[in-house]
């Protein structure tokens, strides 16, 4: 079941960058908006997407609570966050080469996000999901 789901939080996680893609090119491209604008447009829509994705295709929560979008938001931003100080410390501190830091980007938000999506943002629905599949089996 662990390597589905991982694979499930893969699939999501594509289909919400490339959202986020097309949805940004859209804004800038054919609305007018400015790149920065229409990125955060796109990345903030993006994270409707992924939040619904990653709630019910790959962890099975079908419910929502403030609470749960709370943490999946602040999940986002603290990503974001990681990122830009992976970007300073790599980039402006070390003086190595931007690429290096983009694919440990790339590798670290994935794990980290998986694993706190997993344990703290969809941890009280999986623990509700558990509870039913315990009541059904008896």
């Given at each position: 079941?662990?390597?589905?789901?991982?694979?499930?939080?893969?699939?999501?996680?594509?289909?919400?960058?490339?959202?986020?893609?097309?949805?940004?090119?859209?804004?800038?491209?054919?609305?007018?908006?400015?790149?920065?604008?229409?990125?955060?447009?796109?990345?903030?829509?993006?994270?409707?997407?992924?939040?619904?994705?990653?709630?019910?295709?790959?962890?099975?929560?079908?419910?929502?609570?403030?609470?749960?979008?709370?943490?999946?938001?602040?999940?986002?931003?603290?990503?974001?966050?990681?990122?830009?100080?992976?970007?300073?410390?790599?980039?402006?501190?070390?003086?190595?080469?931007?690429?290096?830091?983009?694919?440990?980007?790339?590798?670290?938000?994935?794990?980290?996000?998986?694993?706190?999506?997993?344990?703290?943002?969809?941890?009280?629905?999986?623990?509700r999901l558990q509870r039913g599949n315990q009541h059904e089996e008896h």
């Open positions: 079941m662990q390597l589905s789901r991982i694979i499930r939080f893969g699939a999501a996680g594509l289909v919400a960058t490339l959202f986020y893609l097309v949805l940004a090119n859209a804004f800038v491209a054919w609305i007018g908006m400015s790149p920065q604008w229409g990125s955060v447009s796109a990345y903030l829509a993006s994270l409707t997407v992924s939040y619904l994705l990653q709630s019910r295709f790959t962890f099975g929560v079908k419910q929502d609570s403030v609470g749960q979008m709370t943490r999946f938001a602040v999940t986002s931003i603290a990503g974001l966050g990681l990122s830009w100080v992976v970007i300073h410390l790599i980039v402006t501190r070390l003086s190595w080469p931007y690429v290096v830091a983009t694919v440990l980007i790339c590798i670290l938000i994935p794990v980290a996000n998986y694993f706190a999506f997993k344990g703290w943002v969809f941890a009280a629905g999986l623990r």
